[in-house]
């Protein structure tokens, strides 16, 4: 009985976890290499109005903008409908349809997110542009309602994965003294859970900043922050869409490859910050499949 | 590092030579910051049914793990002192711990069968270890599970899923798989404990058999038990070993008045 | 009788929501099949594309994808089996199991464009490989790795400690305790974790419409440096040429096609799942 083996064993094993921490550190380094000519040279140009890299201007600012917004329409959206969702299917659903029930949220998230732009070409823009009698229906608000749907299978996956982590005892409590469902979920559930809650929100937030195709698609790619600033049907652009179109037509080593590598840096610093306050927030083992 | 003095060897039977196999010096252990056992120093005797008997917390279930060091993955505890094996320090940094485990066999509380058949369970421990021809396998199994009194019941069936047996049969099984392995000496923590009455009693009568050719050292809650089964008697209270000796003489002539306490009426204040 | 009004209030809005999401997801999985059940035919699934796509079918996209999973699975598999292992068996210092956990949500949170954008600075320019279809399969075997060590993770420290001491007690050294008492327990997650990841690779557009597809001209890869294309990358082309009518037909049918195969893939992880777990509860 040789102690080869274990030692291989411990080789492979440790090599492993050792290339996933050397890949993100990659990522991190060649992402900041990339933007360091945009960042010395540009400096704080990178934070202003305008984008016209031809004329030598840099600034990401309507990028950023449209990015946050997006999100935040997404959220405004999803929020509570993934919370309300979750309420009922964890408290209110019958415990035999769960299983159904939660594979199929499974399938709807794993709807590759090119299809998502395809539909928002074809139906959602189509609709917007009606419904609001518009020239165009490529929005920052046909993006956020797309992007909505995109996270809402998350926030109630998880959401409910934090109700349900409540133990029963407290839902039993909170009824023996006579208070309606909605005051028990309120008052024992909600409280308890609202970490995790907390923690799906962030991830979501995350998801949605990162998305790209289907944005890239219906947001109409304007590098301006729309007149007056809460002119939601208007075209914008956000960092990830700005990526998506412009990255393959600059030149590598260029200024503007540089900007652009720098919005894709910031992206990822933020989502990064984001991911590892959500973690904090969760308080026991979560499963995250997406 | 104290020597084994006299006063560690156990006072012999009248007829028969007694063997130290295992030896506990000074042993401590911590867990985190609480001290469980302290300064232990105690032997157990070939070839006899070697009991630690105390209440819940004395330390029992901490000092047989620490023999086959089942507590070193364990997080959180540490251990100081000495434990030999034939007079090998179990302890020192070169010791092959695996090999160390076949020597020292461990039965746990709780039967634990792996999802495989009860055939496969028997020769679990030992087809790594060296290429079994078949014939070699079935004269393995069924000499394992004739001595741990379970091939009468399961012979015509040695393909079924171990975890189709009652549990009193799988614990015999997890004994079975452990003498398969051939060791010197056999720990069962609280075997029975999780058992009924008749198992306990077949696997009693299977301990009282197995000394002939292996070491025993169980630990049990049961003081009947320990007082039908066992010839040397460990009883220990919050930690430390208050008396140990020949079966007899603590039950009926205890040195410490707290271990006859115990062994009467089950009560301890220590 | 104000808080029964306001409890069924509250059970009227949780019903609308779940309606609302019902409603969405019928809709979305209507409207793909719908639409493009028209361009489904044998002719569509085993010609090449012409016209950018305008014309013809998505025979080579399909081969694109299918490829680039393959070995996405491949590279991703060892690596993600080995972290869970580590993770689960072998890493104890409280400091460095969160530094672990890190490095898997880390990796999980990274947005699939930065991966496309990495692959373009490190493979395609740094190390000059140009567009590669097996750079493609490297980068998207890295983004689902989380995926499959979560869920080998999950599985192998679910089983109990018992089994692991049981199998020491008989003399196993610890890599003995991983591959003959682990592994077998816990390889259910793992196979969960790699169908889950596969399906999650194929409809991933990002990380390789820079390193891997081109969009015309493209049909098997000769060597490893080949560009390839995909469906992902295809329905990207199509969408663009939206006003096309030939070219949105053919998008819908690439998209259901698509849809199909994440959807195998999907179902049967979720489907290993629920055998594994109820073998393991026995």
Redesign the interface.
Known sequence: MSALPGRVGQIYVVSATLISGVVILLIIVFLFLNSWDAISQVGGGLFTLEWHPPNGKYGILSMLYGSVIVTVISLVIAVPLGIFSAIFISEILLPKYKPFVKSLLEILAGIPSIIYGLIGIAFFSVWVRDFFALQSGRTILTAGILLSIMILPTIVTLTDDALRNVPVKYREAARGLGLYNYEVIKSALLPIAKGDIIGAVLLALGRALGETMAVMLVIGSIDKIPQPVFNFLAPGQTITSKLGREIAESAFGSLHFSSMIFMGLLLLVIVLVLTVIAQLYFKKEQRLYE | MKKLTDSHIIDPAPCCKTVPVIEVIDYNVWFRDYHILNDICVSFIKNKINCIVGPSGSGKSTLIRGINRINDDAEEFTSKGLIQLNGQNIYAKELDITKLRTQIGMVFQKPCVFPKSIAQNVLFGIEHLRKLSKHEKLQIVEDNLKAASLWQEVSYRLNDKANSLSIGQQQRLCIARTLAVNPEVLLLDEPTASLDPVSTRAIDMLRLNLKKEYTIVFVTHDILQAKRISDYLVFMCNGQVLEHGHKEKLFNNADNEQTSKYLSDEYCIC | MN??F??KL??G??????A??CL??IF?LL??TW?GIKSINIEFLFTASKNFGAGGGIFYQILGTILLIIFAAIISF??????A???S??L?NPLLKK?????????????????G??G???FV??LNTGISWFVGSIVLG?MI???IT??TY?SINSIPK?????A?????????V????LLP?GIGGAITGLL?GI??A?????PI??IATAFSGVDVPHSLFDPVTAL?TH??A???Q?TNKQA?QN??GA?LV??CI??IF??SG?FTR?IFKT??E?
Request: aromatic share 14%.
């Open positions: 808080r029964r306001i409890n509250f059970y809005s949780s019903w609308t929501a779940v609302v999401c969405v997801l979305l409207t793909i639409n060892p690596i993600a089996l080995g972290m292992i580590f993770r068996e072998y104890k530094l672990v956990e890190a490095f898997i949500y880390g990796l999980n949170g990274i947005p699939s464009i930065i991966f954008i990495f373009l600075i490190f320019n740094v890295i790795i989380p995926t979560l869920s999950q018992i089994y692991r001491e049981t020491q007690a008989l003399g196993f050294n610890r890599w003995q991983i591959t003959r008492v327990q889950l399906a999650r194929a409809g991933e557009t990002a419409m820079f992902p329905i990207l199509l969408a663009q939206a949105l998008g819908w998209s698509l849809l994440v959807m999907s179902i979720l629920i073998t393991t026995r």
